[in-house]
């Protein structure tokens, strides 16, 4: 075999450390891995995942390994508010959940936020917003001397309370694969196409949204607050809070103010558990019906026009990390006015209590939310964080603070025209191949009276 010459070598170890250079460039600049293979599990792991997601637990449920259902909890099972369209979807106002928060101030340094349960195994552990109360008072004003001089300090309320409308769970697991990485270039704008560019120049006043940061480094994605990075995560503390079954990652929701209640064995074990996940994980993915007729299918194309010219699609990223059709950032923003008390409001009109110790960096501040992704948005109302919004329209005329510049450009459309983006809006639509819930008869249609039909 010939050897090298020294020149031949040094032009080989130039061109490696070339394409190594250009490889990292390239890994730089691109915006993540693109999910190329979808989430998946075998048919076998998915009907028992249906069965556990289904189930009317029981307290003492004879499949538990714990207490089964309880001490406190929402509802029995989890399709009882994830049944909209099918199993796995979204639920109505009658199935929001009521959360507390506590911003810190002078006498509550730490924040501190859960869920006031609205059932009980005993009425013994049963929540109510009156005990929470109870355990955080108004702290009161008045005149207080500071530096010799007296002054009025107003009443400080730091408990408020937001009711939260129960999110569609079609194509969950697609969001989970996004990776970080694919959020934050979104956000840093190197992905911006030349349009969106030109979006950014016109829209220059709205502001790019807040990644969440979690303890330990994660970036938040999950909920109205983006307050779970990974699909596991929030499914093991759906089971705690929301139907009180300890897993093997989550303790199962304490009775507010009863620490005394005894320690069980969590009430999934870890195969119950993965296979409820893979269920979640492997739901179907919203579509975009094409209308039959062209006509139709013209007004549908010129309304998604219409959503990135008034500069929804800054927010409502078409897509995100090689996932087509999400329509989210997954950033949380600000888009409530402010209130004439001057504090930004946490609901819509409702004055945020004034922290007197600041929020932690981490922590989203009351008024904050994470850009719903909007597929399958045309069944899934009503609409908002709190379901305060009954159709699309009413939803969009919500948008306020950072959203202000594109909702007065959707007020500035013809009538035509903002039918052209409803009807966009609309073709954004529930999965068609979902799992239909039948209402058991024989029983009210309450919330533990659903079930899925077989
Ligand atoms: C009492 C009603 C209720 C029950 C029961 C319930 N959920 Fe939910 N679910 C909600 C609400 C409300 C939200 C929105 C919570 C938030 O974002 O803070 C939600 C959100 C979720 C999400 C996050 C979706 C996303 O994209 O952000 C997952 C996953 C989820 N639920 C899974 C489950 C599972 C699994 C069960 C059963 C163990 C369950 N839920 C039971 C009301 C419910
Ligand atoms: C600054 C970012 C931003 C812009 C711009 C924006 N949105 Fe939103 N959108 C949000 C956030 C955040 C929410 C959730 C707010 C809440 O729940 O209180 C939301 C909620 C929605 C919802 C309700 C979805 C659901 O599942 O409840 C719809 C529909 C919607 N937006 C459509 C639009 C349309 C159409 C436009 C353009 C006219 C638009 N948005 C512009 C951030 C934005």
Redesign the pocket.
């Known amino acids: 075999m010939r050897r090298r010459t020294l020149e031949e070598q040094r032009r080989l170890f130039g061109f490696g450390l070339l394409g190594v250079i250009a490889l990292g460039l390239l890994w730089h600049f691109s915006p993540g891995l693109p999910v190329i293979f979808g989430p998946w599990a075998s048919a076998s792991t998915r009907q028992a995942g249906l069965e556990w997601f289904t189930r009317e637990w029981e307290p003492n449920d004879p499949e538990s390994h714990g207490d089964g259902l309880g001490p406190v909890f929402n509802a029995r099972s989890c399709v009882a508010c994830h049944h909209q369209g099918g199993v796995g979807g979204?639920g109505g106002n009658q199935f929001n959940v009521l959360n507390f928060v506590v911003t810190p101030n002078e006498r509550d340094r730490e924040m501190v936020s859960g869920t006031i349960h609205t059932h009980a195994v005993s009425k013994d552990y049963q929540e109510s917003f009156d005990l929470v109360r109870k355990k955080y008072p108004v702290i009161k004003g008045g005149q207080r001397i500071v530096d010799h001089c007296a002054v009025f300090v107003a009443d400080v309320d730091p408990l408020s309370t937001e009711s939260i409308?129960t999110?569609a769970l079609w194509g969950a697991g697609w969001i989970d694969r996004i990776s970080d990485k694919a959020i934050l270039k979104n956000r840093r704008g190197h992905l911006l196409t030349g349009i969106m560019d030109e979006l950014r120049a016109k829209?220059n006043e709205?502001?790019i949204?807040r990644v969440r940061h979690l303890p330990g480094g994660k970036i938040g994605r999950f909920g109205?607050k983006a307050q779970f990075a990974t699909l596991e995560e929030f499914v093991a503390a759906a089971c705690a809070n929301e139907l009180g079954l300890g897993t093997p990652y989550s303790k199962q929701a304490q009775p507010f103010g009863r620490p005394d209640y005894p320690d069980v064995e969590p009430d999934l074990d870890r195969k119950q558990f993965r296979q409820l996940v893979a269920f979640v994980e492997t739901l179907p993915r919203p579509i975009e019906a094409v209308p039959e007729s062209p006509s139709e299918r013209e007004r549908v194309e010129q309304g998604r026009a219409l959503?990135h010219q008034?500069?929804?699609?800054?927010?409502?990223v078409p897509d995100l990390g090689g996932v087509k059709g999400i329509y989210s950032?997954l950033l949380?923003?600000?888009?409530?006015d402010p209130t004439p008390s001057g504090g930004g409001g946490s609901?819509?009109g409702r004055p945020a209590p004034p922290p007197d110790v600041p929020i932690p960096d981490g922590e989203p501040h009351p008024d904050e939310?994470?850009?719903?992704?909007?597929w399958g948005?045309a069944d899934?109302a009503?609409?908002?964080?709190?379901?305060s919004?009954p159709t699309?329209e009413a939803?969009?005329t919500?948008?306020g603070?950072?959203?202000k510049?594109?909702?007065d450009?959707?007020r500035q459309l013809s009538s035509e025209q903002k039918q052209a983006?409803l009807a966009f809006?609309s073709s954004l639509k529930a999965p068609p191949d979902a799992i239909p819930v039948a209402v058991r008869e024989e029983r009210p249609a309450n919330r533990s009276g659903i079930r899925a039909a077989r």
């Open positions: 979204g409308q999110t829209f709205i502001p949204g109205w959503f008034v500069g929804c699609a800054i927010c409502h950032d949380l923003h600000r888009i409530t609901g819509y939310w994470r850009t719903p992704p909007l948005v899934s009503p609409y908002m964080h709190d379901g919004a699309l939803a969009i919500r948008h603070g950072a959203a510049p594109s909702r450009a959707y983006l809006l």
